[in-house]
């Protein structure tokens, strides 16, 4: 059995860096963790190969070699996905689905000979015997999602031989899935469960072994969506972790995904560090208690956010926070006050979404009882609300499109660069191997024939970074880096999309109130296709609450 692995393309997003690749000579951000986690329960016997659509398209002699194509990828995925079904269809080759996408929205995806939803461990014998014997099972949904959430100790070791690695900015691993909260827009509980499910320090400590005798270095993303849903979990695997790094020369430059009250536990915050974590990501979403009670996000409620994000970032941990607006309490004040927190905080990846429900959750469940669902989620959070705001929607979208224009101005995101730098202590890791090439095209790239307000900033905060001290200098150029991206990706695509939208919306009330009708109830997202992979393991592209997916 020959079995073609396919990981769907994402439309250019914040969290896919597209314009900062280039400097550090890498073609995709992350390598599609969810298919190595798959291959590794497929029979030994069967001939596989790995397609990520981020590094190239997709041939049609691919096509033909393979006896079965296995898809996954995200909602906002789901219209790369359909392509290769489709493609896979016509050439007469059966096709299996799964991921996130199609856990949630089994529907969206007609082209499928099967689908399998929910995640791969001790549930994918079905799925063999479908592709081995065909004609056999007659079932098209091969694993119902009424199934108990399987234990993470059933895991193996992710197939990572079967991906370039060293074609991606970071490699990932996952240890953990579930959290405990209840976020009424989150759709993680729903996927994953609200048990947090760990992995033994023992396997996590195997797939680090794995990833480092293939060469990988540098960069590693626990893809967890809460690392610290089970913190005593969490703690016995980071001092085995720390073990292993001071062991093996500290390779990897760890980051990941935590719940804000992760900075009332100091000595958990300090393991980390010692692990060899350098950020994380927090959902935020509001500094306003009542948005917060609304969408169940309590956790929240007991800290000082601001003072939060100040505690993890002296203590060495950037923090990357997510941010909502949209809620039923908001109004055009809360945009307001949202902008002047984020710019007081030193959050250079400040990403504010608008609030989108998404299939399968208590947001997406109260809406349409109320009556005010009006369209399928598509994954982006940075396009219209896929459902009726109480704020009137014109003024949630321009106030939208003024925060995030605000915030990703040079001005904006390099002031908070340098807060963080001077909060920061001196990072553990001076420039890796590459470094000082990527050092030479940042200087060039940007430095001397970057965009002139951008090209200021470079020198400013070079200068800065050598004044605090010089082992600040290689992060100065990390965030200058990223500026070109976040910077550009705004000004040059989200802002102009949201423009487009503004007048969509002016052109809708201007019918009804001519009479002429408004808003089809099946509007989509042009975009209509979180973050996790095939079958459980997470995909690091951020959906909201989920990063870096």
Known sequence: MRALLVQGASPPTYWGFQYALPFIAKDAAFPPLGLATLAAFLPESWELRVRDLHLGSLSERDLCWADAVLVTGTLVQAGSMREVLAQARRLGVPTVVGG???????????????????????????????????????????????????????????????????RYASCSIQVSRGCPFNCEFCDIIEIFGRVSRVKRPEQVLRELEALYRLGAR?????????????????????????????????????????????????????????????????????????????????????????????????????????????????????????REFVSQLPIPRAMVGILTALPGTQLSRRLERQGRLRADASGDQFDRPNFETAMPELELVEGYRQLLAALFTPDA?????????????????????????????????????????????????????????????????????????????????????????????????????????????????????????????????????????
Not at 140 to 149: E, F, H, M, T, V
Not at 312 to 337: H, K, Q
């Open 100 to 166: 996130p996408a199609p856990t949630t929205s089994p529907d969206r995806f007609p082209e499928a000979t099967y689908l399998f939803l929910g995640e791969t461990e001790g549930r994918i014998a079905r799925l063999i015997e479908a592709l081995e014997q065909p004609g056999r099972v007659s079932e098209r949904i091969l694993s119902p999602r009424g199934d108990a959430w399987p234990s993470m100790e059933l895991a193996r070791v992710p197939r990572f031989d079967l991906l370039e690695i060293h």
């Open 413 to 549: 995101f390099f002031k908070r660069c340098q807060l963080s730098l001077e909060i920061a202590p001196p990072p553990r890791a001076p420039f890796r191997g590459g470094g000082l090439r990527t050092l030479a095209r940042a200087v060039w790239g940007i430095g001397i024939c970057g965009e002139r307000e951008r090209r200021h900033w470079f020198w400013r905060l070079l200068i800065r970074a050598i004044r605090l001290r010089w082992a600040a200098v290689p992060q100065a150029v990390a965030f200058s880096i990223l500026g070109e991206h976040f910077i550009r990706y705004t000004a040059e695509e989200v802002v102009p999309r949201l423009d487009r939208r503004i007048e969509e919306i002016r052109r809708e009330l201007a019918g009804t109130r001519s009479g002429l009708g408004g808003r089809s109830p099946v509007w989509r997202s042009p975009r209509d296709g979180p973050k996790a992979g095939w079958a459980g393991a997470a995909l690091p592209a951020v959906v909201h609450e989920n990063p870096p997916a």
């Open 218 to 338: 540098g960069s590693l993303f626990v893809v967890d969506d809460n690392f610290i849903g089970n913190r005593k979990a969490a703690a016995r695997l980071l001092s085995e972790v720390a073990a292993w790094q001071r062991d093996h020369g500290m390779p990897f430059d760890m980051y990941t995904e935590a719940s804000l009250d992760l900075a009332s536990d100091p000595a958990l915050v300090e393991s980390m560090v010692n692990a060899g974590f350098g950020s994380v990501f927090v959902g935020i979403e509001s500094s306003e208690p009542k948005a917060l009670r609304e969408a169940q996000k309590k956790q929240n409620l007991r800290l000082d956010p601001a003072q939060s994000v100040r505690i993890l970032s002296e203590a060495g941990l950037e923090v990357l926070a997510g941010f909502i607006v949209g809620f039923d309490s908001d109004d055009a004040g809360t945009l307001a006050r949202q």
